[in-house]
């Protein structure tokens, strides 16, 4: 094998955030309602741990943020950034090769 | 009335290191998201009480909210991340301040605070050469 799968399911909520912050920036809370949404309620988190997953992204330089004043509320907004962008075609292509062996290793007969 | 207490979970990540920044913007973002779920719950029809209930439920324990900002050592300041140089720069910020925090803050009075700082300056001048002279006139008899 030549790599190993070190992010596997523990990259997934990373994988996510930054696929749907590749679309338009979003909040914390709209990110969640996304999430939800996108993966079929499949994938259900407690939702105030999306913070901690938002700002170390933010501080390994994948994601920035931007304060807007929204109906007197703050939002913290967050985008995509250029190294974002390559840690998410770097994620997603582990992601595939994993559920490619997944889904060869479920196809192939059971061996004693 | 179930609300939302973070102060637990404020000082919980303080005592840990993690960066006064991160902490707030936590906070904030916390507290924007509770009346965000509420908000959601109400429009559902359900009364406050119960509203901000099941958005207390929704968020999840403040503990796991620890647990995952605790579980990224980049988010700690970085005089936890670097304690020696932290060691050898705060002494030297404190001692760079002295003279400059009386003017940046009574700009007021900037004129006495000036004369008092440079009194306070010459009086330690004056005691450092008698500690000079005694030291020499001991070394030298």
């Known amino acids: ?112 | 009335m179930p609300r939302l207490n973070v102060a637990a979970l404020r000082n919980e990540l303080l005592r840990a290191g993690i960066s006064p920044t991160h902490v707030r913007r936590t906070l904030t973002e916390l507290n924007e998201h509770f009346e965000d779920l509420v908000d959601e719950r109400l429009i559902a029809g359900c009364d406050r009480d119960e509203a901000e209930q099941q958005a207390l439920q929704s968020l999840g324990p403040m503990t796991d909210v620890a647990t995952a900002m605790l579980d990224q050592p980049q988010l700690k300041s970085w005089a936890w991340r670097w304690p020696r140089v932290a060691v050898v720069v705060y002494p030297l910020a404190c001692v760079a301040a002295l003279p400059v925090v009386p003017l940046i803050v009574g700009v007021e009075h900037a004129e006495s605070i000036t004369r008092w700082t440079l009194g306070l300056l010459l009086a330690a001048l004056v005691t450092a050469t008698m500690f000079l002279v005694l030291q020499l006139a001991i070394t030298l008899t």
């Open chain 1, 1 to 112: 094998m030549a790599q190993t799968n070190p992010p596997f399911m523990s990259g997934v909520p990373e994988l996510l955030l930054l696929r749907l912050l590749e679309q338009k920036e979003m909040y914390g809370y709209e990110l969640v309602r996304s999430i939800r949404k996108v993966t079929g309620e499949a994938i259900s988190l407690g939702e105030g741990v999306i913070y901690p997953a938002l700002h170390g992204l933010e501080r390994n330089g994948a994601l920035k943020s931007r304060r807007k004043a929204v109906a007197g509320r703050t939002r913290v907004y967050y985008g995509l950034t250029a190294k974002g962008r390559k840690r998410l075609a770097k994620l997603a292509d582990d992601w595939r090769r994993v559920q490619g062996g997944i889904e060869s290793a479920l196809g192939a007969p059971a061996h004693a």
